[in-house]
């Protein structure tokens, strides 16, 4: 816990640490300041990617160094150079593990909160918690006799998060506990009634999967044109759902004929048969399945709506709302948003960005704007909408995602929508699940993430969501 790291921190420093500084009061705050950002840092692991996009393993020598810094900085100059201290150490010291350009973000925020000139007043606090402040102790028994009285656990506020936080690191532990008792059950042995049962999961499986699309006609229909790009975007969403539902009908009717000593029972096939007793989305429909983190049940009912939703954009033309969530590839989406304003306005596409306006109501517009597209499908964690006021609130008690209501993506130009007058805006990163973690893609950023949206931080600065790890989802694990 925070309490017994920063007893661990202290119990290592030398009986002499915290003497012979030029600054000693100074010296020793920030000391502990920096001792505090390095029990948050770790502290905040544990509770998964609203902690950390990645977890990262800070070590005590990054602390050390800031140490070290932290002594010379002080005894060569008379100010303390705050933005130095925090440069160093959220970007440099501790920055150097960090990979991620949201929690590179993250890090330099949280630093901020300790290391600053209101650190020296006895009225600042951490948190909300009163009892999270800095002492004017001066050694090093009397720091720790100060560590020993803090609470023997810190709740989510003291790391910036909501008290919601607990429950989902109490909800992935019971997922995980429920996945390692599955993965502990016996694969051998069952005999026929196994079999049968894998036998009757493989056709109900083969009867929920959608029929293919016929490309020729789609593509027929929706031809490439310079002047609207979402034609192209409908043709290669459909190519890429095709593969996922041809490799579903091929790898099923095979595993069933397997079954029947028709075919050989591969590996892949043997797998197959595995995760339909689990109730898992297979690996041999992983590689052409979109990002998600559905059991198999969900996942098929995800797949007939989403398949659902395509047909109902070839047969009615383009939607007026688009559902993204339903979107294999949301990144292409948005480039075609972005090139359908360019092309336009003739306006070169790396001069444009966009900017966000949220509806009144929940109710899906009938209408197409004039540029940019009317967004729906989206969830938020961490913070909750509130839609009369346009703006983002605290989260309300055991409520975890909120939804979104439809978001207008608006293409302008970077020098118009910079003059604009939006007041504080949070740059909230939208994923398309909440792991938020991915592979790293050929355009350098994570395949998970899809565009930071401009959301309207109310009362509240910018900084507070970025530590709550307020984020948006395109598709929720049930």
Sequence with gaps: GLRANLQRTYLSLDSRALEGCAQPVPFRKLLFAFAFFHAVVQERRRFGPIGWNIPYDFTNEDFNVCKLQLRIFLDQYSEVPYEVLRTIGARINYGGRVTDDKDKRLISTLLETYVCPDILSPSYTFCSRTEYFCSNAETREEWLEFIRNLPVTAGPEVFGLHPNANISVAVREARQLVHDITTLIPQAGGGDTEADSTLTLAQQAEAATPELFDEVYVAARFPIRYEESMNTVLVQEIERYNRLLSRMRVTLADFQ???????????????????????????????????????????LNDVKARVAFLRRWISGGTPAT?????????QGFLTGTMQNYARKHHIPIDRITFTFEFANTMIEPMEHPADGCHVSGL??????????????????????????????????????????????????????????????????????????????????TTSVWTKAGVAIFLSLPD
């Design 257 to 299: 004929k397997a079954l029947k000593g028709l075919v050989v029972m591969s590996e892949d096939l043997e797998s197959l048969g595995h995760s339909l007793l689990e109730g898992a989305v297979p690996k041999v429909w992983e590689a052409y399945s979109f990002l998600s983190m559905k059991p198999l049940p969900s996942w």
């Design 379 to 460: 969830w938020l964690e961490g913070a909750r909408w509130v839609l009369n006021d346009h703006r983002l609130d605290w989260s309300n008690p055991k409520q975890l995602f909120t939804q979104m209501p439809v978001v207008t993506f608006l293409p302008m130009p970077e020098d118009v929508a910079e003059a604009r007058d939006t007041g504080v805006l949070y740059a909230c990163p939208s994923y398309k699940v909440v792991s938020r973690a991915g592979a790293l893609s050929t355009t350098g950023r994570s395949t998970n993430f899809v565009q930071m949206i401009d959301v309207p931080s109310g009362p509240f």
């Design 322 to 330: 688009f559902w993204m969530s339903g979107l294999y590839f949301p």
